[in-house]
């Protein structure tokens, strides 16, 4: 079974930074996507940002300039530094990665980790 383990929420000011970390484990021969998503209190979850083929990425409009996705291949991880943060960027912020395993292909979701701005 494939694991995610997230880090790097917390509470920050408005226009502040903050660098999500993402670490996949699990027998994992190959990534399809890896990218991450976030929930607001009543509200659905959204895709921020996502890295396809280990070269497409996407961004949601509103973390365009501001957010950047990159991952470090050899350790399957993902990152998502984000700047100039503001309180609507508020929400629990999930990593997903998809790929394949030796016989199935999974998809995968963080725990969840919180993202607070707020002054």
């Known amino acids: 079974q494939v694991q995610l383990v997230e880090s790097g929420g917390g509470l920050v000011q408005p226009g502040g930074s903050l660098r999500l970390s993402c670490a996949a484990s699990g027998s994992i021969v190959s990534i399809n996507s890896m990218g991450w998503y976030r929930q607001a209190p009543g509200k659905q979850r959204e895709l921020v940002a996502v890295v396809i083929s280990g070269r497409n990425t996407n961004y949601a409009d509103s973390v365009k300039g501001r957010f950047t996705i990159s991952t470090d291949n050899a350790k399957n991880t993902v990152y998502l530094q984000m700047n100039s943060l503001k309180p609507e960027d508020t929400a629990v912020y999930y990593c997903?990665?998809?790929?394949?395993?030796?016989?199935?292909?999974?998809?995968?979701w963080g725990q969840g980790t919180q993202v607070t701005v707020s002054s």
């Open positions: 997903n990665v998809a790929g394949r395993r030796l016989f199935s292909n999974f998809d995968a």
